[in-house]
């Protein structure tokens, strides 16, 4: 079992650049809520010019409008795991957060992650799904994951905040 041997935000560092043998660390967190939004594309995109003649001149293109968007045709939340030792990453999107919806997020991780790794450690913030009853049963259920609460007032140690 991984023991801290120094502070909480050194600890967590500690776990970060060595990790216990066997053992694979996952830094989960979800985002939002996050609304539907339209974005310019980036792309320029032709319009078909209709054939001239030499005495007729090129018509004048109009530039591209985007509509206004005022956000208001939905929301949801992202749900995501990173392998920091990697750089793999997974997300799912969710049209709520709940304990729920964080359970069904932790079996999807649950099975990106391989079978043979023999323990896992699971950093998280302290959000209260994170720590509700049905994560508890979870943890039970699943002895090789450990998870690890980050200290407060340190998003920055969770890595997949950035």
């Known amino acids: 079992m991984w023991t801290p041997s120094s502070p909480k935000k050194g ?26 939004k339209s974005f310019p594309g980036e792309q320029l995109v032709h319009a078909e010019l209709p054939v001239t003649t030499e005495t007729q001149p090129l018509p004048v293109r109009e530039r591209a409008r985007q509509e206004i968007d005022y956000g208001r045709r939905g929301k949801g939340y992202i749900f995501g795991a990173f392998r920091p030792a990697t750089g793999e990453a997974l997300t799912h999107p969710y049209t709520g957060r709940s304990t729920a919806t964080w359970v069904d997020f932790l079996e999807r991780a649950k099975a990106w992650i391989p079978a043979e790794v023999s323990r896992v450690y699971v950093v998280v913030d302290n959000l209260s799904t994170h720590q509700a009853l049905d994560v508890l049963l979870f ?9 690890v609460f980050q200290p407060k007032y340190a998003a920055y140690l969770n890595l997949i905040e950035s």
């Open 11 to 36: 600890a967590l560092e500690t776990l970060y650049t060595k990790p216990p043998e066997g053992s694979v660390v996952v830094c989960l967190d979800e985002m939002g809520p996050e609304s539907a």
């Open 139 to 147: 943890a039970l259920e699943h002895p090789r994951w450990e998870f």
